[in-house]
């Protein structure tokens, strides 16, 4: 399997989140590129990076700040980036075709709603309607597979699917370029408060517990600084309990990074919507993930988890 190599998204520019000290890496020190998405999902890598970057011995942490799937492949691919948090059919793809990423952690767990115009109530509403969702092997065309299925619908093709970046969600739908969305939060929120859209089903109610975003490493990284890696998974751990411990604090702190409403981002802890409490990557949570990502024809084959994972350093 191989895929073509993207350029790096076409959509805005990578940026390397601030210019100031706190940001900066320090001479003579490993830097570890990391490439994340304004989302929740990804919310653990702004609170270590700001309560730990400091701290590390040896080494700091460089949060580069992506708009799309394709850009975050992109700099992959042109080698900037040493590690990202990606979508987990994405990432099994691309490890299928030879990627050297490794999953040594889970990003979170649930996270993601299916939002719509108002016109539209229920499942069978989307039926001949247009449903943006964020890349074609992403989390999120499983979970709309897996709730029209549930909803006992079989006719998933008569449901026209577009790319759209997260951040472009609710303009688009908006603008009526799409009836629908599949998203992470707090985009699905984001439209509620806009007064565009409300919430068709929460992904927590689709598939329980599942897995969406994972933190992806190159191997040779693992290989050759396996400290590196255990000190960084370690800190990512510990934001995840610190940000149920203190919500609000932790939605203030991913301001410089991602941008949100703190208030808005602390709805999506608060609510359960999402999880960042067991981080550790789950085979019995991968592997599902992995069986409705071929079963929808999201993955044209199933990827092999002994190569895919790494859970050494949880």
């Keep these: 399997m191989k895929r073509s190599v993207f350029a ?15 940001f900066a890496g320090r001479p003579g020190k490993f830097r570890l590129n990391v490439g994340y998405l ?34 975050i492949l992109g700099k992959v691919d042109m080698g900037i980036l040493h590690a990202v948090f990606m979508l987990a059919p994405l990432a099994m793809y691309e490890v299928s075709a030879g990627s050297p990423l490794r999953c040594v952690l ?5 996270g993601s709603v299916i939002a719509s115009g108002k016109s539209i109530t229920d499942a ?32 998933y093709n008569s449901v026209k699917l577009i790319k759209v970046p997260p951040p472009l969600t609710v303009k688009t739908l ?16 984001r439209g509620i408060d806009k007064g ?35 000190a960084w998974v370690k800190s990512l751990q510990s934001a995840g309990k610190f940000i149920h411990d203190d919500p609000d604090r932790a939605c203030l702190l991913q301001k410089p990074y991602m941008n949100h409403l703190p208030e808005e ?21 991968l592997g599902q993930m ?25």
């Design 106 to 110: 889970l990003g979170h767990t649930d």
């Design 38 to 71: 304004p989302i929740s999902d990804h919310l653990i890598l702004p609170v270590s990076h700001a309560l730990n970057n400091t701290r590390y011995d040896g080494f700091t942490v460089r949060p580069y700040l992506c708009r799309s799937w394709d850009e």
């Design 290 to 314: 992995n069986d409705l990502a071929f079963e929808c024809g999201v993955l044209s084959e199933k990827c092999d988890l002994d190569i895919f994972t790494d859970g050494r350093f949880v």
């Design 196 to 230: 565009v859209a409300h919430t068709l089903e929460l992904s927590k109610d689709i598939i329980p517990g599942h897995v969406c975003c994972l933190v992806m490493i190159n191997k040779r990284i693992i290989e050759k600084k396996p400290d590196v890696v255990f």
């Design 124 to 155: 069978a509403g989307l039926l001949g309607k247009t449903v943006g969702i964020p890349h074609s092997k992403s989390t999120h065309r499983v979970l709309l597979y897996k709730y029209l299925k549930d909803n006992g619908i079989s006719d």
């Design 174 to 189: 908006k603008a009526g370029r799409i009836n629908a969305y599949a998203v992470a939060e707090p985009w699905g929120i």
């Design 8 to 22: 790096g998204g076409g959509i805005l520019a990578t940026q390397m989140i601030g210019s100031g000290k706190v």
């Design 265 to 285: 981002m602390a709805k999506t802890v608060r609510n359960d919507i999402i999880s960042y409490r067991d981080l550790s990557p789950n085979r019995e949570k």
